[in-house]
């Protein structure tokens, strides 16, 4: 029988807006003194507002929380920046205390919340391995057998001598999570840092959280704005929304059901009132977006996912249409094109259509590397161009593991990604 090991009741956290300590008591004298004579703040800073004039008010980051952790759970907690996802993982590793409410956690917490999260910057990387099992509760012979894995899992052993304040934000974020993983807690708590580790170490890290939840029976809470991650982590999640829960259940519908409000149609891909653009305007492009088997409709898709870009177009004519061709080119942060889906290079291209409706490109899979790129939209009509957008927003194709490998591509290997194979014959 399962029991609970975190337990959170009617949590709120309520932070107070306005003046804070400068750091001396002869500044802090300086700014009452200014005060009581009621003249500005000498500490504002030029371009901000007045600190005196925020002193009262205050903003909800946690607002009414409650819910239950079973031991071995892997929650997942996303929602919009500023929904108050940290501020509940803080709360839960202690760093900060609540406003009101109850929090009750039956076991050791292993918390890797901000980059260097629990390390002194003066000691080595060694010594900092030693301080955290402490910290943990842990006997130096525990961590001692626990060491060598640690530092391999990290890749840090040439530098596990040097001062950590020496360490490149890359190589404090390996340590941190290796130690925080490795060290036996019986709950990993996990913020968004592991962005700062390159794509390999970030699966590394997943792999690592599942194997700890799964097999090691221990309880992993993890917030990111990956939703593959969370999804492929986490059996269920939690939605925040403006410090309160709005959605709780398995991961899978929570994650849809953040996305039906953030993914569905972005801004971006809104054509109807784009004024850069050229043609006749025999017909307009109204809008775009992609279907994408996790992320349902809007401007996110995974490498080697199949997917279809659906484009919504009007006319003014009040005939048919004829001899239509559209082409959709995918470019790169320069403006360069690097992929090109065209209706007249299958020829599919229309031969008649009506006033409105959706152009609908299938694509098998998506052969590029993750990142950001650029929609180019065109539409010819008997030769002659009906509608141009250079920037029609932006397509975002996130990680998968497109190889089956447990290793992500990166930028740095090129554009595209062709599935392969290897071998080798001996000669002798």
């Given at each position: 029988?399962?029991?609970?090991?975190?337990?959170?009741?009617?949590?709120?956290?309520?932070?107070?807006?306005?003046?804070?300590?400068?750091?001396?008591?002869?500044?802090?004298?300086?700014?009452?003194?200014?005060?009581?004579?009621k003249?500005?703040?000498?500490?504002?800073?030029?371009?901000?507002?007045?600190?005196?004039e925020?002193?009262?008010?205050?903003?909800?980051?946690?607002?009414?929380?409650?819910?239950?952790?079973?031991?071995?759970?892997?929650?997942?907690?996303?929602?919009?920046?500023?929904?108050?996802?940290?501020?509940?993982?803080?709360?839960?590793?202690?760093?900060?205390?609540?406003?009101?409410?109850?929090?009750k956690?039956?076991?050791?917490?292993?918390?890797?919340?901000?980059?260097?999260?629990?390390?002194?910057?003066?000691l080595?990387?060694?010594?900092?391995?030693?301080?955290?099992?402490?910290?943990?509760g842990m006997?130096?012979?525990?961590?001692?057998?626990?060491?060598?894995?640690?530092?391999?899992?990290?890749?840090?052993?040439?530098?596990?001598?040097?001062?950590?304040?020496?360490?490149s934000?890359?190589?404090?974020?390996?340590?941190?999570?290796?130690?925080?993983?490795?060290?036996?807690?019986?709950?990993?708590?996990?913020?968004?840092?592991?962005?700062?580790?390159?794509?390999?170490?970030?699966?590394k890290?997943?792999?690592?959280?599942?194997?700890?939840?799964s097999?090691?029976?221990?309880?992993?809470?993890?917030?990111?704005?990956?939703?593959?991650?969370?999804?492929?982590l986490?059996?269920?999640?939690?939605?925040?929304?403006?410090?309160?829960?709005?959605?709780?259940?398995?991961s899978?519908?929570?994650?849809?059901?953040?996305?039906?409000?953030?993914?569905?149609?972005?801004?971006?891909?809104?054509?109807?009132?784009?004024?850069?653009?050229?043609?006749?305007?025999?017909?307009?492009?109204?809008?775009?977006?992609?279907?994408?088997?996790?992320q349902?409709?809007?401007?996110?898709?995974?490498?080697?996912?199949?997917?279809?870009?659906?484009?919504?177009?009007?006319?003014?004519?009040?005939?048919?249409?004829?001899?239509?061709?559209?082409?959709?080119?995918?470019?790169?942060?320069?403006?360069?094109?690097?992929?090109?889906?065209?209706?007249?290079?299958?020829?599919?291209?229309?031969?008649?259509?009506?006033?409105?409706?959706?152009?609908?490109?299938e694509?098998?899979e998506?052969?590029?590397?993750?990142?950001?790129?650029?929609?180019?939209?065109?539409?010819?009509?008997?030769?002659?161009?009906?509608?141009?957008?250079?920037?029609?927003?932006?397509?975002?194709?996130?990680?998968?593991?497109?190889?089956?490998?447990?290793?992500?591509?990166?930028?740095?290997?090129?554009?595209?990604?062709?599935?392969?194979?290897?071998?080798?014959e001996?000669?002798?």
């Amino acid at each position: 029988m399962s029991k609970n090991v975190i337990s959170v009741e009617h949590l709120t956290k309520r932070y107070e807006l306005g003046v804070i300590g400068t750091g001396t008591l002869t500044r802090d004298l300086e700014r009452w003194w200014a005060r009581v004579r009621k003249q500005p703040d000498p500490y504002t800073r030029i371009g901000q507002k007045d600190a005196f004039e925020k002193i009262g008010e205050s903003i909800l980051a946690l607002d009414d929380v409650s819910f239950t952790v079973e031991q071995g759970e892997a929650l997942g907690i996303i929602g919009k920046n500023g929904a108050g996802k940290s501020t509940l993982l803080k709360i839960l590793s202690r760093v900060t205390a609540p406003t009101s409410g109850v929090v009750k956690v039956k076991g050791r917490i292993g918390s890797l919340l901000e980059v260097g999260t629990g390390f002194h910057p003066e000691l080595t990387g060694r010594e900092n391995i030693y301080l955290n099992g402490a910290i943990l509760g842990m006997k130096k012979a525990e961590v001692a057998r626990k060491f060598d894995e640690i530092v391999d899992f990290s890749g840090v052993e040439k530098f596990i001598d040097t001062p950590v304040k020496r360490y490149s934000s890359g190589m404090y974020v390996r340590l941190a999570f290796a130690v925080a993983a490795h060290l036996d807690p019986e709950i990993l708590v996990v913020d968004e840092v592991l962005a700062v580790g390159d794509a390999e170490f970030q699966k590394k890290c997943l792999g690592k959280m599942g194997d700890v939840s799964s097999k090691e029976g221990r309880t992993v809470l993890f917030v990111s704005h990956n939703m593959q991650a969370v999804q492929n982590l986490c059996q269920n999640a939690i939605l925040l929304e403006k410090g309160s829960i709005k959605a709780r259940g398995k991961s899978i519908d929570v994650i849809s059901e953040y996305q039906a409000e953030t993914s569905l149609i972005s801004n971006g891909n809104i054509l109807s009132n784009i004024e850069d653009r050229s043609g006749d305007g025999t017909i307009r492009f109204e809008r775009w977006t992609v279907t994408d088997p996790v992320q349902g409709e809007g401007n996110q898709v995974g490498c080697r996912h199949k997917c279809s870009f659906r484009i919504y177009y009007k006319s003014q004519s009040k005939e048919k249409i004829k001899n239509v061709s559209v082409t959709i080119t995918i470019k790169d942060d320069y403006g360069q094109p690097i992929l090109s889906l065209a209706s007249y290079l299958t020829n599919s291209d229309f031969p008649i259509i009506g006033n409105n409706g959706i152009f609908i490109c299938e694509v098998p899979e998506i052969p590029l590397i993750p990142g950001k790129y650029i929609i180019h939209l065109y539409c010819s009509v008997n030769g002659a161009c009906a509608d141009v957008i250079n920037d029609a927003g932006s397509l975002y194709v996130y990680e998968d593991d497109f190889f089956g490998s447990g290793r992500l591509p990166q930028k740095r290997h090129g554009y595209y990604l062709l599935m392969q194979y290897w071998n080798i014959e001996n000669s002798q």
